[in-house]
């Protein structure tokens, strides 16, 4: 039933609402359509809301013919003439109904699957068996949709590329099945470029570029990356431009895909993810328009410009329209070429230390933007041998569509909530968590493991503890017995920005976890501390102040209080970095603690 009426309610909306997007979509038609289209201009047609209809006259009349004709010639032409007005709006809502029918096909087909999987588990009792045929299904489901999102790519792209990174969530079959994904991005035609680069800016690509490279250097979900030159200045530059059928998708797209998890949630009502679908709703705009990209990587650059020994590159923005963002070239390796480290005499060592201060400068900084996408496409690494550098690297920041800014209490929370889970002080995990997500001591124990990456028996003990080979077996297998549900519920419940602050972890984690280090998880978190220490620090001095005078006896020692609790943080960063510098000047591999 839903099979069969949705395409056609979705077709009967657009055919309604949306009508023919520009003149670049008649150019994307099939060759065998008639060559007359191409007469025609933007100035013969309106933008959405109405179709476009083509302004002509025929001022020829007909030869004088027999009545019968007469009036087959008239209908023929009249049919030519209504199929050519209205053939572009019959073609995209044939395209439309052709996306929307994969994905429902694709759902009804996985539902069923499930449905009848799991009623056949109830009858083995082999607890083996069991997983064995779930996990066969979980692989059937994952197949289709990979193919559906492959299909329909644009926004689907970037959902799997979002899901195959939640392994804390998804079962290994759904996220290992997706990883491909990461890499196997559409590509747009240069001419479909010329034409958007024409319609938004009103200039002809080649009278503001003297070369632009035919085939992008990097190819996303939503956007690609071409190289050129300006030919008024002869500087060379790197152009960001969206997908060009991008937008003509994205507001059926996430129609579909509120869709898709909705009916999840009717069907399978423990497994709700649409708070998944919703975070996309909201960040998908932002995303899609470069000019907010602009202003994210402006501030970004200018927050870091304060802090000099970090070295971040964020490429400078030379001017930005919604779908083009032409930006200085910036060009690295990424950040798991470990040839490339290796050969260039770069310490991975530092570089897993330098990331780490720079999220957590993000996440902890005053007035800090976000950046809420740093996966491995979106950070290079190039060599530096500037010998007034601290470190002989910089770090390329890119992408900078989604960002966000954690409010000031939510951030002295998260900061309370980590300095507790270093020091394993269960009853302050608890009271942080709390504050920080809603989250109650009954699910406490779940929150920990989904923000830290680890067991709870880890986290519960001491963190700082190198992961074993089948700590992540064991948690796979806890979400199988069950956990997964509790996770799922958990998630829909917590603020959005600790969603992507999660996200923004596992993708930092993921890019640290790539670099292979010697030293283990120790200074990552001896770093983190040192973070959640100055945040902490800034919070009590502006208590101390409210109080009076900092020269006020009391108040003095307090103040004295609270900045030896966060010099003693500061002194173990200082002495393990210290003892690592010497480890490596005598060539000895640290011993992991």
Same mark, same amino acid.
């Given at each position: 039933?839903?099979?069969?009426?949705?395409?056609?309610?979705?077709?009967?909306?657009?055919?309604?609402?949306?009508?023919?997007?520009?003149?670049?979509?008649?150019?994307?038609?099939?060759?065998?359509?008639?060559?007359?289209?191409?007469?025609?201009?933007?100035?013969?047609?309106?933008?959405?809301?109405?179709?476009?209809?083509?302004?002509?006259?025929?001022?020829?009349?007909?030869?004088?013919?027999?009545?019968?004709?007469?009036?087959?010639? !008239?209908?023929?032409?009249?049919?030519?003439?209504?199929?050519?007005?209205?053939?572009?709006?019959?073609?995209?809502?044939? *395209?439309?109904?052709?996306?929307?029918?994969?994905?429902?096909?694709?759902?009804?087909?996985?539902?069923?699957?499930?449905?009848?999987?799991?009623?056949?588990?109830?009858?083995?009792?082999?607890?083996?068996?069991?997983?064995?045929?779930?996990?066969?299904?979980?692989?059937?489901?994952?197949?289709?949709?990979?193919?559906?999102? *492959?299909?329909?790519?644009?926004?689907?792209?970037?959902?799997?590329?979002?899901?195959?990174?939640?392994?804390?969530?998804?079962?290994?079959?759904? +996220?290992?099945?997706?990883?491909?994904?990461?890499?196997?991005?559409?590509?747009?035609?240069? *001419?479909?470029?010329?034409?958007?680069?024409?319609?938004?800016?009103?200039?002809?690509?080649?009278?503001?570029?003297?070369?632009?490279?035919? *085939?992008?250097?990097? !190819?996303?979900?939503?956007?690609?990356?071409?190289?050129?030159?300006?030919?008024? +200045?002869?500087?060379?530059?790197?152009?960001?431009?969206?997908?060009?059928?991008?937008?003509?998708?994205?507001?059926?797209?996430?129609?579909?895909?509120?869709?898709?998890?909705?009916?999840?949630?009717?069907?399978?009502?423990?497994?709700?993810?649409?708070?998944?679908?919703?975070?996309?709703?909201?960040?998908?705009?932002?995303?899609?328009?470069?000019?907010?990209?602009?202003?994210?990587?402006?501030?970004?650059?200018?927050?870091?410009?304060?802090?000099?020994?970090?070295?971040?590159?964020?490429?400078?923005?030379?001017?930005?329209?919604?779908?083009?963002?032409?930006?200085?070239?910036?060009?690295?390796?990424?950040?798991?070429?470990?040839?490339?480290?290796?050969?260039?005499?770069?310490?991975?060592?530092?570089?897993?230390?330098?990331?780490?201060?720079?999220?957590?400068?993000?996440?902890?900084?005053?007035?800090?933007?976000?950046?809420?996408?740093?996966?491995?496409?979106?950070?290079?690494?190039?060599?530096?041998?500037?010998?007034?550098?601290?470190?002989?690297?910089?770090?390329?920041?890119?992408?900078?569509?989604?960002?966000?800014?954690?409010?000031?209490?939510?951030?002295?929370?998260?900061?309370?909530?980590?300095?507790?889970?270093?020091?394993?002080?269960?009853?302050?995990?608890?009271?942080?968590?709390?504050?920080?997500?809603?989250?109650?001591?009954?699910?406490?124990?779940?929150?920990?493991?989904?923000?830290?990456?680890?067991?709870?028996?880890?986290?519960?003990?001491?963190?700082?503890?190198?992961?074993?080979?089948?700590?992540?077996?064991?948690?796979?297998?806890?979400?199988?017995?069950?956990?997964?549900?509790?996770?799922?519920?958990?998630?829909?419940?917590?603020?959005?920005?600790?969603?992507?602050?999660?996200?923004?972890?596992?993708?930092?984690?993921?890019?640290?976890?790539?670099?292979?280090?010697?030293?283990?998880?120790?200074?990552?978190?001896?770093?983190?501390?040192?973070?959640?220490?100055? +945040?902490?620090?800034?919070?009590?001095?502006?208590?101390?102040?409210?109080?009076?005078?900092?020269?006020?006896?009391?108040?003095?020692?307090?103040?004295?209080?609270?900045?030896?609790?966060?010099?003693?943080?500061?002194?173990?960063?200082?002495?393990?970095?210290?003892?690592?510098?010497?480890?490596?000047?005598?060539?000895?591999?640290?011993?992991?603690?």
């Amino acid at each position: 039933m839903i099979a069969a009426t949705f395409p056609a309610v979705a077709a009967k909306r657009l055919s309604n609402n949306l009508g023919w997007t520009c003149a670049s979509c008649r150019n994307q038609l099939p060759r065998s359509r008639p060559t007359t289209l191409a007469r025609f201009s933007n100035s013969n047609c309106r933008q959405y809301g109405t179709a476009k209809i083509p302004s002509f006259s025929a001022n020829s009349k007909p030869r004088p013919t027999r009545r019968r004709g007469a009036l087959l010639a !008239a209908s023929g032409g009249a049919a030519a003439l209504g199929l050519f007005v209205v053939g572009d709006k019959v073609t995209h809502v044939y *395209e439309a109904t052709e996306r929307t029918g994969r994905v429902v096909v694709a759902l009804a087909v996985c539902v069923n699957d499930y449905r009848t999987t799991l009623n056949q588990r109830e009858t083995i009792d082999d607890p083996e068996e069991s997983n064995l045929v779930l996990n066969a299904c979980h692989q059937r489901c994952a197949d289709r949709t990979l193919k559906v999102l *492959e299909r329909n790519g644009g926004i689907f792209i970037k959902l799997g590329q979002h899901l195959s990174a939640m392994n804390y969530l998804l079962p290994s079959e759904w +996220t290992t099945t997706f990883i491909p994904l990461q890499d196997r991005c559409p590509v747009s035609s240069l *001419e479909s470029i010329e034409r958007m680069f024409l319609k938004d800016t009103g200039e002809d690509l080649w009278d503001y570029f003297s070369e632009f490279s035919s *085939e992008p250097i990097g !190819a996303a979900s939503l956007a690609q990356v071409h190289l050129a030159t300006i030919k008024e +200045t002869g500087k060379k530059v790197a152009v960001k431009v969206q997908h060009p059928n991008l937008q003509e998708w994205a507001p059926l797209d996430m129609a579909l895909t509120k869709f898709t998890f909705s009916q999840l949630k009717r069907y399978f009502p423990e497994y709700d993810l649409e708070w998944l679908s919703s975070e996309i709703e909201s960040s998908l705009p932002q995303e899609l328009n470069f000019e907010c990209e602009a202003e994210n990587s402006l501030r970004t650059q200018s927050y870091f410009s304060h802090i000099p020994e970090l070295p971040l590159v964020v490429p400078d923005i030379i001017w930005a329209k919604r779908r083009i963002l032409v930006m200085a070239c910036e060009t690295g390796h990424r950040l798991d070429d470990l040839a490339y480290i290796d050969s260039s005499g770069i310490d991975r060592d530092e570089v897993s230390a330098t990331l780490a201060r720079i999220f957590n400068e993000m996440i902890f900084g005053e007035g800090a933007p976000l950046h809420c996408d740093p996966h491995g496409g979106n950070i290079a690494i190039r060599k530096n041998s500037d010998p007034r550098r601290r470190h002989n690297f910089d770090i390329i920041l890119y992408d900078h569509g989604l960002y966000r800014d954690i409010p000031e209490d939510l951030r002295r929370s998260y900061a309370k909530m980590w300095l507790a889970i270093i020091d394993g002080d269960i009853p302050r995990m608890k009271k942080y968590v709390q504050e920080v997500a809603g989250i109650g001591e009954d699910k406490f124990p779940l929150f920990a493991s989904a923000i830290t990456g680890r067991d709870f028996t880890i986290v519960s003990s001491s963190i700082t503890k190198p992961k074993k080979a089948d700590e992540q077996k064991t948690m796979s297998t806890a979400l199988q017995e069950g956990l997964i549900v509790d996770l799922v519920q958990m998630l829909g419940q917590v603020p959005r920005v600790i969603l992507l602050i999660l996200k923004t972890n596992d993708l930092t984690r993921s890019l640290d976890e790539s670099l292979h280090t010697k030293q283990g998880p120790v200074r990552q978190f001896l770093i983190l501390a040192r973070y959640c220490m100055r +945040t902490v620090f800034h919070e009590q001095l502006e208590q101390i102040r409210e109080r009076g005078s900092l020269c006020w006896p009391p108040n003095a020692l307090r103040l004295f209080a609270a900045w030896v609790g966060f010099v003693r943080v500061e002194m173990k960063l200082e002495v393990f970095e210290f003892w690592l510098s010497v480890k490596r000047a005598f060539g000895s591999k640290p011993v992991l603690l």
